[in-house]
């Protein structure tokens, strides 16, 4: 069983940075797409930074880039995403995702994705 565990989040003042964490047990992270996800109320789960199986491919939303950095560290099994310059409208539930199949490329919908954390809360106050 998979299991991923994030944690982070909090409270922080526009242009302030926080840094995700996401622990994986029960499967190595090593060989598979990993990503973040954040969903605001009332809206839909978005992607926001995914990263190749190998770590040399990453995606972005065009919303965050500059600001945010996925990355992936397969011996502690850990993602994180580093967050900066963060603004109001990146308040809400973010969460790591990882498949199930070892993609060869990555994929924008959260259906697509098999294995979610619990979701860790953001909230930037202007």
């Known amino acids: 069983q998979v299991q991923l565990v994030e944690s982070g989040g909090g409270l922080v003042q526009a242009g302030g940075s926080l840094r995700l964490s996401c622990v994986a047990s029960?499967?190595?992270?090593?060989?598979?797409?990993i990503a973040w996800f954040r969903q605001a109320p009332g809206k839909e789960r978005e992607l926001v930074a995914g990263?190749?199986?190998?770590?040399?491919?990453?995606y972005y939303a065009d919303s965050v880039k500059g600001r945010f950095t996925i990355s992936r560290d397969n011996v502690k099994n850990t993602m994180y995403l580093q967050m900066n310059n963060l603004k109001s409208e990146d308040t809400g539930v973010y969460y790591c995702?990882?498949?199930?199949?070892?993609?060869?490329?990555?994929?924008?919908?959260?259906?697509?994705?098999?294995?979610w954390g619990q979701g860790t809360q953001v909230t930037v106050s202007s």
């Open positions: 029960g499967r190595t992270f090593g060989g598979y797409v």
């Open positions: 990263i190749s199986w190998g770590g040399s491919s990453t």
């Open positions: 995702s990882t498949p199930r199949g070892r993609w060869t490329r990555l994929y924008n919908r959260a259906d697509d994705y098999d294995y």
